[in-house]
């Protein structure tokens, strides 16, 4: 696994950089393009129901798909040291609930929870997951970042990144659970729940893009 050529680690590297730019774009074109779709109010899981469904599954797919790839050539760079296992761990659990995402649609917002299919709980599980461990990963990694002059570079980034990730998730958590909240801000729960990915997305590419760097010099 950690046997990886110069080149293999820049075919994960180009993985890390086109997953998440490509994951974005597609939700956002996809969101501003369907009828009747609004995204500031509508989760982007939502884009995976209806006939026009199956981009937003394949967006899904491909994204979780490149983002393994790409935990292959962290694991490759990080063979050793803070957040060497942790990190690879996290990032490649958040790539297998991406790809699960996909083919286990979310049932449409408001179904009844006893009428929950098996489908809708296995995205709901794997999202939620996701949303805990994508500003989790930010902060393993920065233990890293600050502690290694070659990556040093990154440690702001992702401290930002990370922080902005956590605080989208804290509030997507609070205004969903708790009874009485998300009456207030059904609005904006959209805008919320990408307050919580994008971040994470430009910190996946922007992680990507130093480890291209390196092993370019290399």
């Known amino acids: 696994m950690n046997k990886l050529t110069i ?15 490509l994951f974005v774009a597609v939700f956002t074109i996809e ?13 982007v899981s939502a884009l995976s129901l209806g006939p026009r469904g199956w981009i937003q599954i394949a967006n899904f797919l491909v994204f979780g798909f490149l983002l393994f790839m790409f935990t292959r050539g962290v694991a490759a760079e990080f063979q050793t040291g803070k957040a060497a296992r942790a990190g690879l761990v996290l990032l490649t659990i958040i790539s297998v609930c991406y790809f699960i995402s996909g083919p ?8 009844p929870q006893n009428l929950a299919s098996i489908h809708g709980t296995i995205h709901g599980i794997a999202g939620a997951i996701v949303f805990l461990l994508m500003p989790i990963s930010c902060f393993v990694y920065l233990r890293r970042f600050s502690s290694d002059p070659q990556w040093r570079s990154l ?5 930002g990144l990370g922080i902005i990730s956590a605080v989208g998730m804290i509030l997507l958590t609070i205004f969903t659970k708790i009874p009485g909240l998300q009456a207030g801000f059904n609005d ?10 994008v971040p994470f997305m430009v910190w996946i590419f922007v992680f990507a893009m ?4 390196k092993n370019k010099l290399a």
């Open 104 to 111: 286990f649609v979310m049932d449409p917002t408001g179904t």
């Open 188 to 197: 904006w729960l959209g805008l919320i729940q990408r307050t919580a990915i």
């Open 31 to 43: 969101g501003w393009i369907r009828p009747g779709y609004e995204p500031l109010k509508t989760f």
């Open 7 to 21: 080149n293999q680690r820049r075919l994960a590297s180009w993985a890390g950089i086109i997953g998440p730019a």
């Open 210 to 213: 130093g480890l291209l760097k």
């Open 155 to 159: 440690q702001w980034w992702t401290l």
